[in-house]
């Protein structure tokens, strides 16, 4: 069974950043996508960014583009999402997801099978 658990989150002020991580375990890391979600009280549950097995090719939501990046280690069974530029509008609980088809372009959240417990982030103006 697949396990994820995130890390990383916590308060901080616009303009900072803040690095997390996902450590997936259980199965071969190298062969599912990973994709990140956040959910801020009130909303749905959104796409933030996602990148193939092979980390060789990765998709980002139109909102975080510029500021987000999402990286793999898959000798350390790792996904990584380097945020930065932080706003206040970033605040939310962030997930982590596995996609054991592979893709990056899945950008709903019932495209993918397993889900982390989400982290915390927290952004003051």
């Known amino acids: 069974q697949v396990q994820l658990v995130e890390s990383g989150g916590g308060l901080v002020q616009a303009g900072d950043s803040l690095r997390l991580s996902c450590a997936f375990s259980?199965?071969?890391?190298?062969?599912?996508?990973v994709g990140w979600f956040r959910q801020a009280p009130g909303k749905d549950r959104e796409f933030v960014a996602a990148?193939?097995?092979?980390?060789?090719?990765?998709n980002y939501a139109d909102l975080v583009k510029d500021r987000f990046t999402i990286s793999r280690d898959n000798a350390k069974n790792t996904v990584f999402l380097q945020m930065n530029s932080l706003k206040p509008e970033d605040t939310a609980v962030y997930y982590c997801?596995?996609?054991?088809?592979?893709?990056?372009?899945?950008?709903?959240?019932?495209?993918?099978?397993?889900w982390g417990q989400g982290t915390q982030v927290t952004v003051s103006s």
């Open positions: 997801a596995a996609n054991q088809y592979g893709s990056s372009r899945v950008t709903y959240p019932q495209g993918y099978d397993y």
């Open positions: 259980g199965r071969t890391f190298s062969t599912y996508a």
């Open positions: 990148i193939r097995p092979s980390g060789g090719s990765t």
